[in-house]
């Protein structure tokens, strides 16, 4: 495999497509897309959105992130109860423009770096087709609130 071609599949991890199909007082809920999974990736709240796409990324190790998260759960905890993702070896060409829309918002975000314990990219709103960057988690939730200010 070309270089070129490694670094483009590589890059192509880091590329989330959001569906959001509710948003009810600041809480969303929708599906996830990722060109190297099998099927959509629902969420429930922001906090299941955080989780799966952390799942995500720290299954690809990539973007890597330059901190181990802590937490209160012991390795036996987590062990009791793997989520249960189908991951494709690699992405096919049908995945890569994922042709779905969310009932209210549409929104492809791409992390590039994964350091100070938070995400750092870009989201873009794919119907008025306006780009912002975001610097951590935090920011990105109240980027994804802003979609949703007139509502």
Same mark, same amino acid.
């Given at each position: 495999?070309?270089?070129? !071609?490694?670094? !483009? ?21 929708? !599906? ?31 973007? #890597? ?15 009791? #109860? ?15 423009? #994922? ?53």
């Amino acid at each position: 495999m070309s270089i070129a !071609r490694a670094s !483009r599949i590589k890059n192509e991890m880091c590329y989330l497509r959001l569906c959001i199909d509710t948003y009810d007082g600041g809480e969303i809920r929708g !599906r996830l897309f990722n060109a190297y999974y099998r099927d959509a990736l629902f969420f429930e709240n922001c906090m299941d959105m955080i989780r799966q796409i952390e799942y995500i990324f720290d299954n690809f190790d990539y973007p #890597h992130s330059t901190m181990d998260i802590r937490s209160f759960e012991t390795e036996e905890d987590k062990a009791q #109860h793997p989520p249960v993702i189908r991951v494709r070896s690699a992405p096919t060409k049908e995945l890569y423009s #994922h042709n779905v829309s969310g009932d209210l918002a549409t929104l492809r975000m791409r992390v590039m770096f994964r350091q100070n314990a938070s995400w750092q990219g870009t989201l873009r709103w794919m119907e008025e087709g306006m780009e912002e960057n975001f610097q951590s988690v935090l920011e990105l939730l109240m980027l994804i609130d802003s979609v949703f200010e007139d509502e």
